[in-house]
């Protein structure tokens, strides 16, 4: 492990992590290759981009189960649901836009509709990227919300990924998995906390507000939780590391009572997290204001990894001065 360093602010793709924030290289790919030494079945596939998604480290260590499928995302899909109807359990990894926005049909009818076992891993999940709408899937959530069967996981950090690949791998149907890459940042095994599939969980206590989170912005709800508490100000957050299926049961009982409740996620205020939230409180008749932190319903620009966080309100800096306004507005 390392520890992240300050970032350049000319970097366009640069480590999530926050200095200061310990790092794992490659978590999914040492993950994978784990579980494909307990099951042989398990295969992995790449569209030109094994080295983007470290699948690399699958291809390596094994060359006779890695399938390059090329800069053919439809076909990928399709080849992996073939090899999950004879029984294999395929990862297919590309990045998230060309997995929603090229693939869905090919997600939805081959995969999802007949309930195979194939692992969507997709890399650039959000605002992850600085290279603008081409490559930021911010609304990759909304876009496959809606599909029957299908999992939707978004990992908080390398502790996530590396317990979520065996557990996604045991699962019967289809998942999509928002990807962090390279150097991932490494927190929740500073806390009480083990991934399972399909549960949120409680990751720290607080009297004064919660934070329900998601992927990435579970480790900034904790960095700004530190930072809040420093001011006097106790944050509990709860961490929904599978978007789809929700646990409504969980979720709504840390958000009971008069606490101020925000939302955390790295995706569109559009057809996220949010909105599930919001929904779930909805269906209950339960009248509770929350307050989304997310990416505004609009196409991002392009530009250093650091600043875009800043400037949408996702760093942690801006975690924290949002809900410090928050919270100064009701008093």
Known sequence: MTVAQPQRSAAMI????????RTTRAPFGDALVKAAEADQRIVGLA?????????????????????QMGMAEQVMMAAAAGMAEVGQI???????????????DFLCLDMAEPGLNVNIVAALPGLTTGYGPSHQATEDVAILRGMPGLTIVDPCDAVDIEQAVPQLAAAPGPSYTRLLRGAVP???????????????????????????????????????????AKRGIDV?????????????????AQIAGDRPVFTLENH??????????????????????????ALPDEFLAAGALPTLHDRYGISTNAVTDRVREELSART
């Open 268 to 293: 569109s205020v559009i057809g996220g997290l949010f909105e599930t939230v919001a929904a779930a409180l909805a269906r209950r008749g339960i009248g509770k204001k929350v307050v989304p932190i």
């Open 14 to 21: 640069a480590s999530i992590a926050d200095p200061g924030v």
């Open 236 to 252: 509990a957050v709860v961490h929904c590391a599978t978007l789809k299926p929700f646990d409504e049961e969980t979720v709504l």
């Open 90 to 104: 395929p990862f297919a990894a590309t990045y998230s836009v060309f997995a929603t926005r090229r693939a869905y």
């Open 47 to 67: 569209a030109d981009l094994a080295k983007y998604t470290d699948m690399h480290v699958f291809a390596r260590a094994f060359p006779d189960r890695f399938f």
């Open 186 to 228: 490494r927190i929740l095994d500073d806390y009480d906390y083990s991934f399972e599939l399909g549960k949120a969980k409680l990751v720290r206590p607080g009297d004064d507000a919660v934070f329900v989170s998601s992927g990435l912005m579970t480790m900034r709800g904790l960095l700004a939780a530190e930072q809040l």
